[in-house]
Each structure stands twice: as structure tokens, then as C-alpha cells.
């Protein structure tokens, strides 16, 4: 194919998309996602699966899954479902409308960043484009409704992803509330099916989820309306499952902001909630505030089982309105990648940008919740410990911060290993013994409270004790000499594996 061809086929696929499935309908057309046609989920297979595409091509390089037909519960049930769906950066980069997508992941990662830096205002915050609201007939999430007698959650395919979880679960809602004093929210926390029309509902204490339902709690209000969006366009994926707004801030008008496009609304069947007319489904119920029930115990986000949670939220559901063969999305908690890097990576550059002024690039790895990697362009002394203490000073995903210089990739957690070992002296580093971080690290002893380390791993110079002289890079030595070598080794690829791969 030419490469005007090659360009004309990607603008296309390229974002914002305004469902799901146009989202992975783009992956695929980019051959990144595998499709596989039965799978038995009473044995959990699919999990099986995913645990097998991470170890054979790492997180950056595993692809999308799509799974059309699963056993569940010894039934056959359809779907699809698709998981693992942020991993690439070229995959990140196809909703927010950037253009060019190729496979080389770190201008894909700087394209995205860059792209989704033009979202942000002067003061840090994320634009915003105010909502539009539709009538149920043009909503796709209307194309069956289901009340009363004829909710069944049990039919659906909701996966138990690991046979020490206590249920299936809707791990990917994202939940809507909304309260006439506290505002709204929209946030996602997993859900585990506890029969045909109940579900649990887990914010965890400190979200902004969890904020609203216990003020509307501590003022004796009864139960609390919500509406669950299932499978949603990865904007409003994006500020539901990452922190992008403030408490009371608009979470839908930041979506907006992020596909340069509003979203389109519609009101619930069962209460007065606006919910994203182009999702899969939308589950509607009440949270009883005056009761409440055990959930869990759940594989969670660091890979390991969580601890049940005592007298947690649970949702009666009241509705179900879905499109006619609605596409699922599971979250292989711990072992795939869910949660969109992009627009993260973009509000950490923002601000960061401002406190190290020769930042390049910060990033925590897939897979690594709660190691921060910086690279700086580095000029005076110090100036690798100062951003790390930057960082550092934040209570994100950042328990172990290293700092290296501009010309390693950020992205291949292995070069930092390889940095580890040649170019850094453990002497290069501090430790914060006590200080706060938000996360559900299983070696914290008390929740909230970590020690952290800063790794300073950039070249040290002469005066911070660093050699007089350090050797030049040989490959840098090697591209120098002969420029066009690895992309003449790129162009004749297909032709050595044929020598492998037969
Ligand atoms: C797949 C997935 C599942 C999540 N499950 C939970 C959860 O069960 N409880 C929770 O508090 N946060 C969970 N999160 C993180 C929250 O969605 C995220 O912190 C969000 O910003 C919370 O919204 P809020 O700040 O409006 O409360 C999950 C994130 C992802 C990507």
C-alpha cells in the first residue's frame, strides 16, 4: 500500500469516536486486536489467556482481545467481549484524533501527550464542552429496555476473572450520581453481581463516589439514584476511571473537552440521570444508604486478591436499557491494561513542566503501579535529585521514583534496568521514610501512609562525585557512523524472520 494510501486509511480510523465499538473497530482494522470465538470462562480460560498474551509480548505489545462467545455458569452467552484495549501507545493515540499513527511508541506517546496538552488551558485545567442531550429514539442505548420482572443481569456475559474473586463483576461501569447540594459524579468502581436484579457497589473511602453517597448518608437521606454506563467511548472511559476532575466538577464536560466534540446525553428510563446515549448498556438502580452489605473479596489493580470489604454499597436495580447485541468490556484487574495513559501522561507533563525545567517525559509503566520514571535534559548539578524530589512530593502512583537522562526510553522498562546497573550508584539516592500515597499497595502497613525512594540515575556530573569522563554510548557510536542502518533493518524485517518463522 502507498504511503498517501497508508495515511487516508488512518485519518480514518483515527478519533474521537462516539462509541466503543467504533473505538475497537479502529484496533482491529490496525491489526491490533486478536478475535477468538468460543471460550470456556468456567475455566477460566479467557483469564488464562490474557495472562499468557502479557507474558509472551509484554504490556506494550499484547493485543487488544475480543471474545464472541463465552461459557459462563455452564451457559453459553453472547457477546462480544473485548478487554486489554490501552496497552499500545499507537492504540492510545486513536481516540484523541492524532494523526499519522505508526508503531514507533514513543512518537506515538509524545503525539499523544502533545495532542492532548492542546486540551489543557493556561491555568491546568482540562477544557470543556458542555454536554448535548438527545431524544431516547436516537439514543442506541434505548434499543431495549427492560423493567421489573425482566432484569436478569445473570444472562450477561460478566466474567469471574479468578476463581479466589467472590462473584462475576461489571468492572468497567461507570457509575453516575448525582445529588441537588453535593453535585454530580461519574467514577468507576467495580460491581459484583449478587443476583439477578442486585448489585455491589465498591467506591473506595477518600473517591469522590464514596464522598457523595457518605455526605448524602450523613444527612439522613435514604438511598441514592445512580445510573451505570457499561462499555463506554474512551473519552468518558477516560474521566471515569482516572482522576481528571475535581469534586463537583463536571466529569462529562471534561470528556468533551478531551474528543474536542460534546457528548451526547439522554435521561434515564428510571430517574433523572444523564447517561451517554451511545453506551452499550445502562443499568439503573437505587443504593440503600440506611443498609448495607459484604463485596469482595477481588483480584485488584497491583495483582494480588483484595481483602473482602465489610458493609459496603450495593445498587437495587430498577432498569436495564441496552443496544440491540451490545458489546462488552471486562477489566482483567491486575494482568491487562485498562486504564487510559494518555490523558494522564499529558496532566503530569503539564504540571511537572513547570517545577523541572529540562523534563522530557515522566511515565509509570503498565504493570508497575507506583514506579514514577522522569527523563530529563540535565545541564547543572542536583538537578536529577530535584525532579525526583518533585515528583516525589505528589501522593499519584509514585512510591519509587527514578530519574534518568533525556536519551533513554522511558518507555522499555528495560532500559532502565540497564541504567540501573551502568550508570547509576545506589549512593545517588534518598529515602522519604514516612508520607502519604492514595494507593492499594498490598506492602503498606497502614492504608495511605508509604515510605518512598528517589533514584537519581541521571549521568552524575564531576561535582556531584560522578567520573571526569564518561565513555560514549556504543550505539549511539554505531547510528553516527551509519544513519540509515536500522530502518534499511527495518525495511528487510519480514525478510529475516522468513528465515525464522517458517
Ligand atoms: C477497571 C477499573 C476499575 C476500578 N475499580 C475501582 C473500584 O472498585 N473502586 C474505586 O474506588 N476505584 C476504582 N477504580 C479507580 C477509579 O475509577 C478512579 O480513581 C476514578 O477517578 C474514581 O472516580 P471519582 O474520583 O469520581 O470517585 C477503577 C479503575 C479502573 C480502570
Redesign the pocket.
Known amino acids: 500500500m502507498s504511503v498517501a494510501r497508508d495515511k487516508e486509511k488512518d485519518s480514518r480510523l483515527t478519533g474521537p469516536y462516539d462509541s466503543l465499538r467504533d473505538f475497537v473497530h479502529a484496533i482491529e482494522a490496525r491489526g491490533k486486536l486478536m478475535r477468538l470465538k468460543e471460550i470456556d470462562q468456567d475455566r477460566y480460560e479467557a483469564t488464562g489467556v490474557m495472562y499468557r498474551l502479557i507474558d509472551k509480548y509484554g504490556y506494550e505489545d499484547a493485543p487488544a482481545l475480543l471474545i464472541e462467545r463465552m461459557k459462563i455458569d455452564g451457559k453459553w452467552r453472547n457477546g462480544p467481549v473485548v478487554a486489554n484495549l490501552y496497552g499500545n501507545w499507537d492504540i492510545e493515540a486513536l481516540p484523541w484524533g492524532v494523526e499519522d499513527i505508526g508503531d514507533n511508541d514513543e512518537q506515538m506517546y509524545r503525539a499523544t501527550r502533545d495532542k492532548l496538552m492542546t486540551r489543557i488551558d493556561h491555568a491546568g485545567n482540562w477544557m470543556k464542552i458542555k454536554p448535548v442531550h438527545v431524544e431516547p429514539d436516537h439514543a442506541p442505548c434505548k434499543e431495549v429496555r427492560l423493567t421489573g420482572n425482566d432484569i436478569d443481569l445473570l444472562r450477561f456475559p460478566w466474567l469471574k476473572n479468578n476463581p479466589a474473586d467472590a462473584a462475576r463483576y461489571i468492572?468497567?461501569g461507570a457509575?453516575f450520581m448525582h445529588d441537588s447540594r453535593l453535585g454530580a459524579?461519574?467514577?468507576?468502581?467495580?460491581?459484583q453481581i449478587k443476583g439477578k436484579n442486585k448489585i455491589g457497589?465498591?467506591?473506595?473511602?477518600?473517591?469522590?463516589?464514596?464522598?457523595?453517597l457518605m455526605g448524602m448518608k450523613r444527612r439522613g437521606d435514604r438511598a441514592c439514584r445512580v445510573s451505570i454506563a457499561v462499555a463506554v467511548d474512551p473519552a468518558v472511559?477516560s474521566?471515569?476511571?482516572?482522576?481528571?476532575?475535581g469534586?463537583g466538577e463536571s466529569?462529562i464536560e471534561i470528556a468533551g473537552g478531551l474528543r474536542g466534540k460534546p457528548i451526547e446525553l439522554v435521561k434515564s428510563e428510571t430517574n433523572d440521570i444523564m447517561v451517554p446515549a451511545h453506551a452499550e448498556m445502562i443499568i439503573e438502580g437505587e443504593v440503600p444508604l440506611d443498609q448495607a452489605e459484604d463485596e469482595g473479596p477481588?483480584g485488584?489493580?497491583y495483582g494480588y486478591l483484595g481483602l473482602m470489604k465489610r458493609n459496603n454499597f450495593f445498587v437495587n436495580i430498577t432498569a436495564v436499557t441496552h443496544r440491540r447485541s451490545p458489546m462488552f468490556f471486562n477489566?482483567f484487574?491486575g494482568v491487562a491494561a485498562?486504564?487510559p495513559k494518555g490523558p494522564s501522561c499529558a496532566a503530569e507533563y503539564h504540571r511537572y513542566r513547570k517545577l523541572i525545567p529540562g523534563l522530557k517525559a515522566i511515565y509509570t509503566p503498565r504493570g508497575a503501579n507506583g514506579v514514577s520514571l522522569v527523563s530529563i535534559d540535565k545541564r547543572f548539578p542536583g538537578e536529577g535529585m530535584a525532579a525526583g524530589q518533585a515528583v516525589a512530593a505528589n501522593p499519584g502512583l509514585n512510591k519509587v521514583v527514578i530519574v534518568v537522562d533525556k536519551d533513554v526510553n522511558i518507555l522499555k522498562p528495560l532500559n532502565i534496568l540497564h541504567v540501573l546497573g551502568a550508570r547509576w550508584q545506589p549512593s545517588a539516592s534518598v529515602v522519604i521514610p514516612q508520607t502519604q500515597m492514595r494507593m492499594p499497595d498490598p506492602s503498606m502497613q497502614t492504608t495511605g501512609i508509604t515510605s518512598k525512594m528517589i533514584i537519581d540515575a541521571t549521568q552524575q556530573l564531576p561535582g556531584e562525585g560522578g567520573p571526569d569522563i564518561w565513555p560514549p554510548v556504543s550505539r549511539v557510536l554505531l547510528e553516527e557512523k551509519c544513519p540509515d542502518l536500522l530502518d534499511e533493518i527495518d525495511r528487510k524485517w519480514p525478510d529475516y524472520l522468513a528465515g525464522w518463522m517458517k
Request: charged share 20%.
Open positions: 468492572n468497567t457509575v459524579n461519574v467514577g468507576t468502581y467495580r460491581c457497589l465498591n467506591p473506595e473511602p477518600g473517591q469522590d463516589g464514596w464522598r457523595l472511559w474521566v471515569s476511571s482516572t482522576k481528571m476532575a469534586f466529569e477481588y485488584e489493580m477489566s484487574t485498562d486504564m
